[in-house]
């Protein structure tokens, strides 16, 4: 069955040090999204990205953050400058968006630890 | 305004009976889709089931069904038989409108399942 996969599982940095996070969503799919996790809270929204372009992002989305799908694959976020509060799960996801598959498919998550 | 509601933060259930996890929406479009996704201790999403607004009968899948109550504005999710493994955080979340498809999340329900 397909499946979302993102890597790494775990990433430790420093703070202020550039991260990046890589996903591949299912291959036939056509949205793809980003939402975090910080421990014990909700899930929360970042960014929808649609068409090679950004259709949504939320306020948590601000300017340290990017998203870019360099390939016909690969699907990545970048954090410029890590702060402390961005340690959490980072989730990428995927949906097909027809009516007859509304599903969004979740990876298994990296888990960020900004020290 | 929250868009999902989740009010039960942790629930016991034994080993066979069914559990009900409630989770309530706020949305004025007509459009819109209800999902639930199971986080297990391990961090990844699960994917469980889906209901759309439009749809007549209510979504099942497996021993998951969703009691989807439009009027009410309510989209419970219903685990019959309940095992072990059930054992995780149960999240509903919301996408809204034809476009973009992103989900709104709820705070999330522990359940515990005992023997």
């Known amino acids: 069955e397909p499946e979302v996969t993102q890597t790494p599982s775990h990433q430790v940095t420093q703070m202020g040090q550039e991260v990046i996070l890589r996903c591949v969503p299912i291959s036939n799919h056509l949205y793809f999204y980003w939402y975090r996790q910080i421990l014990g809270q909700k899930v929360e929204f970042l960014v929808s990205f649609y068409n090679n372009e950004i259709s949504e992002k939320s306020e948590i989305f601000d300017d340290q953050f990017s998203v870019e799908r360099p390939d016909g694959s690969n699907f990545t976020l970048k954090i410029r400058s890590t702060k402390l509060e961005d340690s959490a799960m980072y989730f990428c996801a995927s949906t097909q968006g027809t009516r007859l598959s509304y599903e969004q498919y979740f990876g298994p998550g990296t888990r960020l630890t900004v020290t | 305004a929250q868009k999902i509601t989740q009010t039960q933060p942790g629930m016991f259930v034994q080993e066979k009976e069914a559990v009900t996890l409630d989770c309530t929406y706020d949305?004025?479009?007509?459009?819109?889709?209800l999902f639930w996704y199971k986080q297990p201790s391990s961090g990844e999403m699960i994917f469980l089931i889906y209901q759309g607004s439009y749809d007549q009968q209510n979504a099942t899948e497996g021993r998951y069904s969703l009691n989807f109550q439009k009027a009410r504005k309510s989209a419970n999710l219903v685990i019959s038989a309940s095992q072990l493994g059930d054992s995780a955080m149960y999240f509903c979340?919301?996408?809204?409108?034809?476009?973009?498809?992103?989900?709104?999340f709820g705070a999330g329900t522990t359940v515990t399942v005992r023997a």
């Open positions: 949305t004025s479009d007509p459009s819109y889709g």
């Open positions: 979340a919301m996408r809204e409108g034809l476009s973009d498809y992103k989900l709104s």
